[in-house]
């Protein structure tokens, strides 16, 4: 991603300050890669960019946030490349796919990183919960995403309604394969991918069938309960 990204992501008083911010965050992904995220201390990225560490921690008041900055890094680049896709494709399964191997084409190098996050990820009360309230954008912007890949469709609306939250949810399941994948290239991660997305399209015929909108209104009952379908709800109402 070029410059313009980062002066934009990173919003500072000066681009000097951007500019700044741009390298601490580099350096420390550069670190958390080769070192390791637990390994690497906030003096290390500071020594590696030249900076006082009190110039370090007033950008970023710790390892965390640099991290939080690496997942809205990632969930734009998505967005971006996502969205470029969608424009010119038209076939609902290379729709799909083309979504999720953007995410792993994003995600590959950071399967490191990703795994040494994953103790965060569990506990709702953590900054860098991929389920807490502080990602809660991103995890919109994934639904989003599915959202506007299902929207040359036809469907019910019930279906319409819940097919993102059900991407993410295999979305999420995809990429906790990812972590554990060892295969050259993530190869067998991008077999599944494909071979879910595949599954998806033929299930989308099936889940639509009319005799089964009782189930599917029980099932959206359940979820409504537990307090998903609002959130989901809002996500396709906004951007």
């Not at 967005?79 to 792993?104: F, H, P, T, Y």
């Not at 599954?199 to 089964?212: S, T």
Request: glycine share 8%; proline share 4%; net charge positive.
């Amino acid at each position: 991603m070029d410059t313009r990204y980062y002066l934009n992501m990173f919003k500072t008083t000066t681009p000097k300050g951007a500019e700044t911010r741009k390298q601490i965050f580099d350096v420390a992904m550069g670190l958390f890669r080769k070192r390791g995220f637990h390994e690497t201390t906030m003096r290390d990225i500071a020594t590696e960019a030249g900076l006082a560490l009190g110039a370090a921690y007033y950008y970023f008041p710790s390892k965390e946030a640099i991290v939080a900055s690496y997942y809205d890094f990632v969930q734009a680049e998505h967005r971006e490349r996502s969205r470029a896709l969608l424009a010119s494709v038209k076939d609902l399964k290379a729709r799909l796919n083309g979504v999720i191997q953007a995410k792993l084409d994003i995600l590959g190098e950071d399967r490191q990183l990703l795994a040494a996050l994953f103790r965060y990820g569990g506990d709702p009360g953590h900054p860098l919960s991929w389920f807490g309230p502080e990602t809660g954008s991103h995890r919109e912007s994934c639904m989003r995403t599915y959202a506007e890949a299902m929207a040359v469709e036809k469907m019910p609306e019930d279906v319409r309604e819940i097919a993102p939250l059900a991407l993410w949810a295999l979305d999420m399941g995809i990429l906790l394969y990812l972590l554990y994948d060892k295969s050259e290239g993530q190869a067998r991660t991008r077999r599944l991918a494909k071979a879910a997305m595949e599954f998806v399209v033929q299930a989308r015929k099936l889940v639509g069938f009319p005799l089964l909108r009782p189930i599917r209104k029980r099932v959206m009952g359940i979820l409504r309960e537990a307090g998903l379908v609002p959130e989901m709800t809002a996500v396709l109402t906004s951007e």
